[in-house]
């Protein structure tokens, strides 16, 4: 199992640094944002936890957790939210927006860290279910249950085949595919379909997932490939 990575958001200077010593004493790999403007800069895709402040400047921890959760890319990323709001409204306000977990401060490090890892389990056994579902690059989404392909969570009209086309070659990211290993894997039985299908297609799907149609390669005499 890789390192987890953690996103502490809190206009609090000297609660993000304690909040970083402890969680990464306990072997996590933390960052720290000082406001939501900052943190909404960052690859939110890299972390699999964020601790949320809600009170903060112009942009609070509830409109930037609303942001998130709108946004197919980040919209599974677990979120408890620090708050020394603890009215049952605002706990309410929290947990209707996707929140995870809520802790009322002042609270103790203990509890932070029990809550911390209470989510990343209950988050981990989620994430195993839907391991097969999705194929990501970036903030390219491939969602093989439901038959959608969104690019920075905007829905890219795909066709059959090019859902199986690139669904294929990001199952094989990396690997050079030929053309006739392509047809053989998504026409399978059908007659009269030649090499030339697979570049029209390989085409029409690198316009539509721009910016990542780059990504899919022409390795000349050999074939397709998906590369970082």
């Known amino acids: 199992m890789g390192i987890t990575r953690i996103l502490v958001v809190d206009d609090e200077e000297d609660l993000c640094e304690i909040l970083k010593f402890n969680l990464e004493t306990e072997g996590y790999e933390v960052d720290t944002a000082f ?9 939110l895709t890299r972390y699999q936890l964020l601790l949320l402040d ?9 409109k930037m957790a609303n ?11 677990p979120i408890i939210f620090l708050t020394a709001k603890d009215t049952e409204n ?20 203990r509890e932070v860290l029990a809550r911390v890892k209470a989510v990343l389990r209950r988050t981990d056994d989620k ?10 690059y970036e903030t390219l989404v491939l969602d093989c249950k439901r038959i959608k392909a969104t690019v920075n969570g ?6 059959k085949k090019e859902f199986e086309i690139l669904k294929l070659l990001l199952e094989n990211r990396g690997n050079v595919l030929s053309r006739e290993e392509i047809l053989s894997r998504i026409w399978k039985d059908e007659v009269y379909v030649l090499d030339r299908t697979v ?3 390989i085409t029409r799907l690198r316009k539509k997932i721009t910016p990542y149609g780059k990504n899919i390669v022409t390795r000349l005499g050999f074939g397709y490939c998906f590369e970082n």
Request: glycine share 6%; aromatic share 6%; hydrophobic share 40%.
């Open 199 to 201: 570049d029209v297609n």
């Open 154 to 159: 905007t829905e890219v009209p795909l066709t």
């Open 127 to 136: 994430a195993d279910a839907r391991t097969s579902e999705l194929l990501t």
């Open 35 to 43: 406001s939501a403007e900052e943190a909404l800069k960052l690859d």
């Open 67 to 77: 942001q998130l959760k709108k946004n197919e890319v980040t919209a599974r990323l």
């Open 54 to 62: 809600v009170m903060m400047g112009e942009i609070s921890g509830f």
């Open 90 to 109: 605002d706990m309410l306000t929290g947990f209707n927006l996707g929140a995870d977990d809520y802790i009322s401060k002042p609270f103790s490090i």
